[in-house]
């Protein structure tokens, strides 16, 4: 079965920061997706990014950067120069290649103070 | 603008009541979800439906049941309500290849008194 840990549940950093949350996932697959969602506090999540299990390419839009290792099963979010707006719950999840149902990690609760 | 719609943002039940919670989509996908967010736990999957008709069990189907009459929408019911069925719970929707993205609802905060 897979699993995906989010080991931080909570990060509050000051405006301008760089914040790095982290994804852990577990997984016998060798085919798979692995995602970033997500949740401001309207409710409403969010798609990031998608990536799949053969594409180790270090991926960057904008202020937000992704970190996918393999060797260390890990699928890490950057955003640098942090701001208010970036506030929200993010959900790191992952789904196999022949499924339909992702599964996701805790969520880590991002708080950026002014 | 796509989008997900859950008919209740807040929704407060008594235990033993029957609950219906709806979505709709407007982007014709196949795939829709409902979704159990609890803090720390994330989003647990409950029920999935490929088609009209059609449904999955996910991690957590126990108390729940689901109905898909129209491709658009997307019942949940709790056949009974009880008080650990307190959550937000969240409505998905996709197209049918799974590692497509989900498009989510906003969400309904559901408190069983």
């Known amino acids: ?114 | 603008d796509v989008k997900v719609t859950q008919s209740s943002r807040y929704l407060v039940k008594r235990t033993g009541e029957k609950v219906f919670l709806e979505c709709v989509q407007d982007m014709d996908h196949e795939n829709m979800f409902w979704y159990r967010q609890d803090p720390g736990l994330g989003l647990r999957l409950i029920y999935f439906s490929y088609d009209v008709k059609m449904k999955e069990k996910g991690d957590i189907p126990e108390g729940y049941s689901v109905s898909r009459e129209k491709k658009e929408r997307f019942s949940l019911i709790l056949e009974s309500a009880s008080t650990n069925q307190t959550s937000m719970y969240l409505c998905a929707s996709s197209f049918p290849q799974g590692k497509e993205k989900l498009f989510f609802g906003s969400g309904t905060q559901l408190s069983v008194l």
């Open chain 1, 1 to 114: 079965a897979q699993k995906v840990t989010q080991a931080q549940t909570e990060i509050s950093v000051v405006e301008k920061e760089d914040v790095t949350l982290d994804c852990v996932y577990e997984t016998r697959d060798t085919t798979y997706y692995l995602f970033w969602y997500k949740q401001p506090p309207s409710g409403e999540l969010v798609f990031l990014i998608r990536r799949n299990s053969f594409d180790e390419q270090n991926e960057i839009s904008g202020r937000y950067s992704w970190n996918f290792q393999k060797s260390t099963s890990s699928f890490n979010f950057t955003i640098t120069a942090s701001q208010v707006v970036d506030s929200a719950v993010y959900f790191c999840a992952f789904l196999f290649n022949a499924g339909n149902m992702l599964t996701f990690g805790g969520g880590t609760r991002l708080m950026v103070k002014p």
